[in-house]
């Protein structure tokens, strides 16, 4: 499975960008994907995830409120709809797939994830 994301850029404090990420092939109803995130200097860190199996999602403490990660079954597409966007949200995006239920504890754990988009860059300027 290849993960294609985009949809990142140059933003202002405060503005919006909605990330998406397509696999090439359907994904199974077990399912779960994700969004990380990795900023220079830094490890790659767990922003959002959702389980298929459940329509569930969870969030890293620092984008609550501020981030929306959805599914759009009929469009095979993983969304992540960024608003109220902070200097520090600065980093490489990617997009992550596993082919089975990634249980709660787990969601945060990059070695969860089989499949990996090759990542999408977005930059908030202050």
């Known amino acids: 499975v290849q993960l294609q994301a985009y949809g990142g850029g140059l933003v202002q404090t405060g503005g919006s960008l909605r990330l998406s990420c397509a696999p090439s092939t359907r994904t199974e109803r077990t399912s779960t994907m994700a969004w990380f995130r990795q900023a220079p200097g830094k490890e790659r860190e767990f922003v959002a995830a959702?389980?298929?199996?459940?329509?569930?999602?969870y969030y890293t403490d620092s984008v609550k409120g501020r981030f929306t990660i959805a599914r759009d079954n009929a469009k095979n597409t993983l969304y992540l709809q960024m608003n109220s966007l902070k200097p520090e949200d600065t980093a490489v995006y990617y997009c992550?797939?596993?082919?089975?239920?990634?249980?709660?504890?787990?969601?945060?754990?990059?070695?969860?994830?089989?499949?990996w988009g090759q990542g999408t860059q977005v930059t908030v300027s202050s």
């Open positions: 959702t389980r298929f199996s459940s329509g569930h999602t």
């Open positions: 992550a797939l596993t082919r089975s239920t990634v249980i709660l504890s787990n969601l945060h754990n990059s070695g969860a994830y089989g499949y």
